[in-house]
């Protein structure tokens, strides 16, 4: 799931193709993880103006095959127009139901999707568990009372001395009470 957020202002308008250039990298980088992708945020981008910005997101999104769930539901609304700004896309092959709110605290409207997704159990049912054996504490104290903790004591700071110390203090946890299926 992403969440974004594209600030309206001249600044950020004038670098839209380095928007569209870090979202299609981000999104990439998504799909290397998992191939199913919620993408949803406000994006400032009015997909119900034909423009140049809009026919650039839609390509973009295309390209990875995210379908806009929210096509043509107005997500802000004034006294003179009517815009798309929030926007809900997924690849997910299933169904869903799009609702669009008015809220007291914003001047966009609240876009809620539901989806309908069946998650499959895990085939492979196993527990992963730590031995608190009386032994596997006398290992893990042994180790901490041998330590000369010169890292701890001879760092710059008092961030890199904790740092230092969770570090030393994990290796020994799990050197003498290590998790096991």
């Not at 997101?57 to 379908?67: E, P, R, V, Y």
């Amino acid at each position: 799931m992403l969440l974004l957020y594209r600030p309206s202002n001249v600044k950020s308008n004038g670098k839209m193709d380095t928007f569209f250039e870090r979202l299609g990298d981000l999104v990439e980088k998504q799909l290397c993880i998992t191939s199913e992708i919620i993408l949803m945020g406000d994006l400032n981008i009015n997909l119900l103006d034909a423009n140049n910005h809009s026919l650039s997101l839609t390509q973009l999104m295309n390209t990875f095959n995210l379908k806009l769930l929210n096509d043509l539901i107005p997500t802000r609304i004034a006294n003179t127009s009517s815009t798309l700004l929030d926007h809900f896309y997924s690849n997910l092959n299933c169904t869903h139901k799009i609702f669009v709110e008015q809220v007291c605290f914003s001047d966009h409207e609240c876009v809620q999707c539901d989806f309908d997704i069946i998650v499959e159990p895990p085939k492979d049912k196993f527990k992963w568990v730590r031995d608190f054996s009386h032994e596997n504490w006398e290992t893990f104290f042994e180790l901490l009372s041998g330590e000369t903790w010169i890292d701890v004591f001879s760092a710059p700071n008092v961030d890199e001395m904790t740092n230092n110390f969770m570090d030393t203090l994990i290796i020994y946890f799990e050197q003498s009470i290590p998790s096991k299926k």
